[in-house]
């Protein structure tokens, strides 16, 4: 799949990922690299972070270097449906460095990052669970300690081929395809996807990533004292088919019926 610059695509740099205002901030592990950011207090009251704002992940389209951006599940080739009518990426600061970071590791070995979504707010990742109808995939939150989605800290990726005119990775499934093949763990691909696997995985895990269930998912691993995202947080607009799917999630349309583009 070829991805063109010009159309339906946002634009950040690495320097502008740095500069998102955060609500939490954290030291990397191990050999990960060194963010210049001071450590958040332990185990903090999460109502301490309350009183800062975010701001969307969003700088000029002449901005470079500049990882892409396709919020898939805005414009329904995720899941098939839309899970958002219009959604800004946001995340964390220290996420968001994390990214940049990421972002100028895969510069330097001929790639491009691809963001495909980012934080979500409470209601609309209820709404995907609902709609991706697998909690191994996309788990809900956890009552008291919630996930990374709902903090801001977590991204779903893949990348681009920058000596290939920015041509789209193989991954053997595509992005939100639930289906075994799609899990980290799954051996039973062709060689060269396996291998665009363990490129991926490579930059962001040397970026300071965790990794979640499926290829395209990591996560910051220092999202656990962050508070959840709220409305006024994320300018989500969520679709008319996540909304019904949070009434009745029973009812919600299996991933498996929904139309879906073959991965090439």
């Keep these: 799949m070829r991805i063109s610059r010009p159309v339906g695509l946002w634009l950040l740099s690495a320097a502008a ?7 939490i901030t954290g030291c990397g592990q191990g050999n990960r690299p060194q963010l210049d950011v001071p450590p958040p207090p332990l185990m903090a009251p999460r109502g301490e972070f309350r009183d800062r704002l975010l701001e969307p992940v969003l700088v000029p389209s002449e901005a470079d270097p500049a990882p892409l951006v396709d919020m898939r599940l805005a414009s329904g080739s995720g899941l098939g449906r839309p899970l958002y009518e219009s959604v800004e990426p946001i995340l964390r600061r220290r996420t968001a460095q994390l990214l940049a970071q990421a972002q100028d590791l895969a510069l330097q070995r001929g790639y491009v990052i691809l963001l495909l979504d980012a934080g979500r707010t409470p209601q609309a990742h209820s709404a995907l669970v609902a709609m991706a109808g697998d909690p191994e995939f996309v788990p809900p939150a956890d009552p008291e300690f919630g996930c990374p989605d709902i903090r801001g800290a977590a991204i779903d990726v893949t990348l681009l081929d920058s ?3 920015d041509m789209e990775l193989a991954m053997g499934t595509r992005y939100m395809e639930i289906t075994p093949a799609s899990g980290r763990r799954f051996a039973e691909l ?3 996807h396996l291998s665009n696997r363990a490129i991926l995985a490579k930059i962001m895990d040397d970026a300071g990533f965790e990794e979640g269930h499926a290829w395209w998912d990591y996560h910051d691993p220092e999202w656990v004292d962050t508070p959840d995202l709220t409305e006024e947080d994320v300018p989500h607009t969520l679709s008319s088919e996540a909304l019904e799917a949070l009434e009745s999630p029973a009812t919600a349309e299996s991933p498996e019926s ?7």
């Design 17 to 23: 990922l740095g500069s998102v205002v955060a609500l």
């Design 163 to 165: 000596r290939n005119g």
């Design 190 to 192: 062709d060689k060269d």
């Design 258 to 264: 929904a139309p879906a583009a073959a991965e090439e």
